[in-house]
C-alpha cells in the first residue's frame, strides 16, 4: 500500500480547497487556509447525527459499514455519497483511546484495504489494544462511489504510452492519450469528479469522527495522507487530536514545482539505490554509481527503441514507459532493490522484461486477470481538481525540460511529460496552492525521511513551518514514510505520542538502528 502513497504517472500534486469551504486570507505573502466555524451548520445536522450500522466484513475481525455525506457541502440538500468505512475494534488490555483513523495516501489509495491489510493487524500491539483501528475510503476511491475512466485494456494502452516523445507524431500520441483518459474520467462518473476535492475528504473525515463518538480526531497520514490531514487541521483546528503526518507534503506549492521537486526526489532515491547496486554481486549495471545511473539511461532508450518480450498472457512488451514506471515503483521502499536489481538482470542480460513489467503492473495495481482498480483514476480526478495543470500545452512541456532533466538525469524527461496529464482535465479546478497554518491546534507531529523518493524532505520541514504547532521528526533513512519501517527511534516517538499524548522534541532526528 505505501507504493501507492505518492503517484507520479498522474502528475503528482499536492491539494486545495473548495471555494464554498474556505476563507483565504494573505498570510506572508500567499493565501491560508482558514477555519470553518465551530457551529456545525444545522442543515449538516442529520449527517452527523446518523448512525452506521455495522456488520462483519469478509476479513476476520473487521466490521463494515457505509457512510453518508452530500455530494456538494455547498447545497448538501441535493444528494448524497456513500463512503466505505471499516474499523477493527480495540483488542486491549488498557483503557479505550477511542478512534484511531488512518490513510495511505495516493490520492486514491484505498483507506479501508490499508486498514485492512496492514494497519488493523499490523500497527504496534500497544496501540491496536488502546485504539479503534478505522479507515475512511475517501469519495472517488475504492469503495466510495469509485471513478471510473478507462477498460482494462484500454488502460494497457494507456500504460504502455511513450512517455519521451521524440518527435511531433509521439507527441501528438501522447495527447491524445491524455485527452482519452481525461474524456473517459468526464463520461463514466460526471458528478462525482466535480466533488473529490481533499477538502471535502477532509470534511467528510469529520463527520466520520462525530459519528464514531470521538470529541476530537486521532490520526496517522501517510504522504497525500499527510495534506488531508493538514488540511483536517486547518479547518477544524480545535477539533485536532492527535495527528501524525509521515511524509510530508507542501501544500503551498503550485503543481509545475511539486512535480520538479519530486523528480529530484526520485533521483535522490537511485543514486541511494545506485550506490548500494554497486556494492552487490548481483548489479547488472556497473561497478561505481555513476555507471548505474549511465547504463540506466542507456537501458531507457534502448527499450524506447525496441520493447522486450515479456511471457505476458494479453500479449504486452516492456518498453521505456513501463520500465521506468517498474524502476520508480522499487525506489518508495528499500526493501524493493533485490527484487530490481533481479529485474534489471533478467532485461539486461536475458533481454527479458518480465521483472520490470510485474513491478510496473504492481504500482498501477493491475491484476493478473488485466483489471486496474481505480487507484490511478482517482490520484488524477483529485489531483486535477486541487491544483490547476502544472503545464498546459506540450511546448511549455518542452520549455520546462532542462529543469526536470536538471533534477533528474534518469527520470527527468519522463517525469516532466507526466506532468502534462491535468492539462486535457473535463472539469475546472476549484483549488490552488495554499498554507496550512491551523492556529490554535494541539501539536501535531509531522515526519520526513531524508531520502524521501515521493515526498522530498524538504516538503516535510515546509509544512512543519506552516503548521502553527507542528513538532518535526526526521528519520536519516531512504525510502517513503518512516513509521514502522525499521527505526525503533521514530516508532517509539510516535507511539508515545499516540498512546500519552506526549509529542517528540521538535527537530528530534532519528536513524534506522
Known amino acids: 500500500m505505501l507504493a501507492a502513497a505518492a503517484l507520479l504517472v498522474a502528475g503528482c500534486s499536492s491539494g486545495g480547497s473548495t471555494r464554498a469551504a474556505t476563507a483565504a486570507t494573505a ?19 442529520p449527517y452527523y447525527g446518523q448512525k452506521l450500522r455495522w456488520r462483519d466484513c469478509e476479513i476476520p475481525g473487521f466490521q463494515c459499514a457505509t457512510m453518508k455525506a452530500p455530494l456538494d457541502y455547498a447545497k448538501p440538500g441535493e444528494g448524497d455519497i456513500r463512503l466505505a468505512v471499516s474499523r477493527r475494534k480495540a483488542t486491549g488490555p488498557g483503557e479505550r483511546l477511542g478512534s484511531l483513523l488512518v490513510n495511505p495516501g495516493g490520492p486514491g ?17 500497544e496501540v491496536r489494544a488502546r485504539y479503534d483501528m478505522v ?22 494502452t494507456y500504460t504502455q504510452t511513450d512517455l519521451t516523445p521524440d518527435d511531433t507524431e509521439e507527441t501528438t500520441g501522447l495527447v491524445a492519450a491524455y485527452k482519452r483518459f481525461a474524456e473517459g474520467c468526464g463520461e463514466r462518473a460526471p458528478k462525482v469528479l466535480r466533488h473529490v476535492s481533499t477538502v471535502e475528504a477532509a470534511r467528510d473525515m469529520d463527520i466520520l469522527r462525530a459519528v464514531l463518538g470521538d470529541r476530537k480526531l486521532t490520526y496517522v497520514g501517510a504522504s497525500y495522507g499527510t495534506f488531508l490531514g493538514a488540511t483536517y487541521a486547518g479547518l477544524f483546528p480545535e477539533r485536532v487530536g492527535r495527528l501524525v503526518l509521515d511524509g510530508a507534503m507542501d501544500p503551498s506549492l503550485p503543481a509545475h514545482r511539486l512535480n520538479q521537486e519530486q523528480t529530484a526526489g526520485f533521483e535522490t532515491a537511485f543514486r541511494a539505490f545506485a550506490k548500494d547496486c554497486v556494492g552487490r554481486k548481483d ?35 516492456l518498453g521505456e514507459s513501463l520500465a521506468t514506471t517498474g524502476v520508480i515503483a522499487a525506489m518508495y521502499d528499500e526493501g524493493a532493490w533485490p527484487r530490481l536489481r533481479q529485474a534489471l538482470t533478467e532485461a539486461v542480460e536475458k533481454d527479458d522484461g518480465a521483472g520490470l513489467l510485474a513491478l ?7 491484476a493478473p486477470d488485466g483489471t486496474y482498480s481505480n487507484l490511478m483514476y482517482a490520484n488524477a480526478a483529485v489531483n486535477c481538481l486541487d491544483l490547476p495543470a502544472a503545464y498546459d500545452t506540450p511546448e511549455e512541456v518542452e520549455r520546462a525540460l532542462p529543469a526536470f532533466e536538471k533534477a533528474s538525469p534518469v527520470f527527468g524527461r519522463a517525469l516532466a511529460w507526466a506532468s502534462l496529464n491535468c492539462a486535457y482535465w473535463p472539469v475546472r479546478p476549484t483549488g490552488g496552492p495554499h498554507r496550512i ?10 515526519v520526513g525521511t531524508t531520502r524521501d523518493p515521493a515526498t522530498p524532505y524538504r516538503w516535510a ?9 507542528a513538532r518535526l521528526l526526521t528519520y536519516d533513512g531512504d525510502g517513503h514514510t518512516a513509521y514502522g519501517r525499521g527505526s525503533a527511534c521514530v516508532d517509539s516517538a510516535i507511539n508515545a505520542y499516540l498512546l500519552r499524548g506526549t509529542p517528540p522534541t521538535d527537530g528530534k532526528r532519528c536513524s534506522a538502528s
Open 27 to 45: 498570510v506572508d505573502g500567499g493565501p491560508a487556509l482558514g477555519a470553518l466555524p465551530r457551529a456545525t451548520p444545522s442543515v449538516l445536522a
Open 109 to 125: 489509495g484505498s483507506a479501508v484495504g490499508y486498514v485492512q491489510g496492514y494497519a488493523g493487524i499490523g500497527y504496534p500491539a
Open 135 to 156: 479507515a475512511v475510503d475517501p469519495r472517488g476511491v475504492a469503495g466510495s462511489e469509485p471513478i471510473e475512466c478507462l477498460t482494462g485494456r484500454q488502460m494497457d
Open 283 to 317: 548489479c547488472a549495471l556497473g561497478r561505481t554509481p555513476a555507471q548505474v545511473a549511465e547504463n540506466m539511461r542507456g537501458l531507457f532508450e534502448r527499450l524506447d527503441a525496441r520493447s522486450l518480450p515479456t511471457g505476458d498472457a494479453d500479449g504486452r512488451r
Open 360 to 366: 510496473s503492473d504492481s504500482y498501477f495495481e493491475r
Open 437 to 446: 497554518e491551523a492556529k490554535g491546534a494541539a501539536p501535531i507531529v509531522v
Open 461 to 469: 520541514q515546509a509544512l512543519a513551518s506552516q503548521l502553527s504547532s
